[in-house]
């Protein structure tokens, strides 16, 4: 029998729940959130991390997406690293998704006329099977501008057959996308998924830190997760509707100022530099370039920075004066509902559907 701290109560906290073994007993939750303390989550205590120092366990399962601040919070408690398992570090390098996307468009034998990239709102936000054009999507959570352009470029410089078809591009961008680096935020581990087929880390410098911490999360999915009947791990996520989040103010609120928590000029003018390759890239390749910003909840909208949103389209407008793209922006379109949406500022599946209708409408084809 395993005995695990879990630190999260949140929507990973929950699923991690569910992938439990039966020879794992759970002896607390821990979170930052002061008001959290003292309730009940699954019938154990949620505790202030204070106190983890005080109990015996196995390990401490990171349950939240701010895997690196908590990790470091830990071991600046004195625990020792090989007792702490980083759920999200282990669930991108077991499944490399990017690597998937790659093999799959290599191997598609389909005259694929439009590709498209960009972070998490193009991901969940984009059905583009129900593009007017043959698309391939190549976007994952967390993906930044700089990825962007380096997987279409790889594309159009490796796979000359398959580029000769290629007549669109959608860019997704938000924002905060030209304030935004990957491999220097909170998710700079995600920059594996493409070190093994693009051989670049960016800005990062550290990546055989992560194939050692991945040593560590390995070997603690082993002992604590269930396994299907073929070996595999189940990390099928089903995504909630925005309609059931309790408090959608509060949430927007608070994902709004985190995301617009940013100002590096430095990563602007780098960005600006990569958006401009980017099309001048498509440019020389006589592909199209539609810039696409996604639909956001009000909730979300409703709080996001003014200095950003500015910024931004004053970014736009500059590009606009050089580079011939179509601009396309329902950031705060009244077109989507609450139950269009997953969470504050990404469309379900039912909104993506209808987003996706729309642009077949929109995109000067």
């Given at each position: 029998m395993?005995?695990?701290?879990?630190?999260?109560?949140?929507?990973?906290?929950?699923?991690?729940?569910?992938l439990?073994?039966?020879?794992?007993?759970?002896?607390?939750?821990?979170?930052?959130?002061?008001?959290?303390?003292?309730e009940?989550?699954?019938?154990?205590?949620?505790?202030?991390?204070?106190?983890?120092?005080?109990?015996?366990?196995?390990?401490?399962?990171?349950?939240?997406?701010?895997n690196?601040?908590?990790?470091?919070q830990?071991?600046?408690?004195?625990?020792?690293?090989?007792?702490?398992?980083?759920?999200?570090?282990?669930?991108d390098?077991?499944?490399?998704?990017f690597?998937?996307?790659?093999?799959?468009?290599?191997?598609?034998?389909?005259?694929?006329?439009?590709?498209?990239?960009?972070?998490?709102?193009?991901?969940?936000?984009?059905?583009?099977?129900?593009?007017?054009?043959?698309?391939?999507?190549?976007?994952?959570?967390?993906?930044?501008?700089?990825?962007?352009?380096?997987?279409?470029?790889?594309?159009?410089?490796?796979?000359?057959?398959?580029?000769?078809?290629?007549k669109?591009?959608?860019?997704?961008?938000?924002?905060?996308?030209?304030?935004?680096?990957?491999?220097?935020?909170?998710?700079?581990?995600?920059?594996?998924?493409?070190?093994?087929?693009?051989?670049?880390?960016?800005?990062?410098?550290?990546?055989?830190?992560?194939?050692?911490?991945?040593?560590?999360?390995?070997?603690?999915?082993?002992?604590?997760?269930?396994?299907?009947?073929?070996?595999?791990?189940n990390?099928?996520?089903?995504?909630?509707?925005?309609?059931?989040?309790?408090?959608?103010?509060?949430?927007?609120?608070?994902?709004?100022?985190?995301?617009?928590?940013?100002?590096?000029?430095?990563?602007?003018?780098?960005n600006k530099?990569?958006?401009?390759?980017?099309?001048?890239?498509?440019?020389?390749n006589?592909?199209?370039?539609?810039?696409?910003?996604?639909?956001?909840?009000?909730?979300?909208?409703?709080?996001?920075?003014?200095?950003?949103?500015?910024?931004?389209?004053?970014?736009?407008?500059?590009?606009?004066?050089?580079?011939d793209?179509?601009?396309?922006?329902?950031?705060?379109?009244?077109?989507?509902?609450?139950d269009?949406?997953?969470?504050?500022?990404?469309?379900?599946?039912k909104?993506?559907?209808?987003?996706?209708?729309?642009?077949?409408?929109?995109?000067?084809?």
């Amino acid at each position: 029998m395993y005995d695990i701290i879990i630190f999260g109560t949140g929507s990973t906290s929950n699923f991690i729940t569910g992938l439990l073994n039966d020879n794992v007993e759970i002896l607390a939750y821990v979170d930052n959130d002061s008001n959290k303390w003292g309730e009940y989550y699954y019938n154990k205590e949620i505790i202030n991390p204070k106190y983890i120092n005080e109990m015996k366990y196995d390990f401490i399962v990171i349950a939240s997406q701010f895997n690196e601040e908590i990790c470091n919070q830990l071991l600046d408690m004195g625990i020792n690293k090989k007792k702490v398992f980083q759920f999200f570090k282990f669930v991108d390098l077991y499944w490399n998704m990017f690597k998937w996307q790659m093999n799959s468009y290599i191997k598609c034998e389909k005259k694929i006329e439009m590709l498209a990239t960009g972070i998490s709102y193009t991901n969940l936000g984009l059905k583009e099977e129900l593009l007017n054009k043959k698309c391939f999507k190549f976007s994952i959570g967390s993906q930044d501008l700089y990825y962007d352009y380096t997987i279409v470029k790889n594309i159009i410089e490796n796979y000359k057959e398959k580029k000769q078809n290629l007549k669109y591009t959608i860019i997704g961008l938000t924002y905060y996308s030209f304030q935004y680096d990957m491999s220097l935020s909170a998710m700079k581990n995600k920059v594996i998924l493409y070190y093994e087929i693009l051989k670049d880390v960016h800005n990062f410098k550290d990546a055989k830190k992560i194939y050692l911490e991945y040593e560590i999360n390995e070997n603690i999915a082993s002992k604590i997760f269930k396994k299907d009947k073929d070996g595999w791990y189940n990390f099928n996520w089903n995504t909630k509707v925005l309609k059931v989040i309790e408090n959608k103010r509060y949430a927007g609120k608070i994902q709004a100022e985190r995301d617009c928590n940013k100002n590096y000029p430095k990563t602007v003018e780098e960005n600006k530099e990569i958006f401009k390759n980017y099309l001048k890239l498509l440019r020389d390749n006589n592909i199209k370039p539609i810039v696409v910003v996604f639909p956001a909840s009000k909730y979300y909208t409703n709080y996001f920075s003014k200095r950003m949103e500015d910024e931004f389209h004053s970014i736009i407008n500059e590009f606009k004066k050089e580079y011939d793209f179509q601009y396309i922006d329902y950031f705060r379109s009244d077109l989507f509902k609450d139950d269009d949406f997953t969470d504050v500022s990404h469309l379900n599946t039912k909104g993506a559907e209808k987003f996706t209708q729309i642009l077949n409408e929109e995109i000067q084809w």
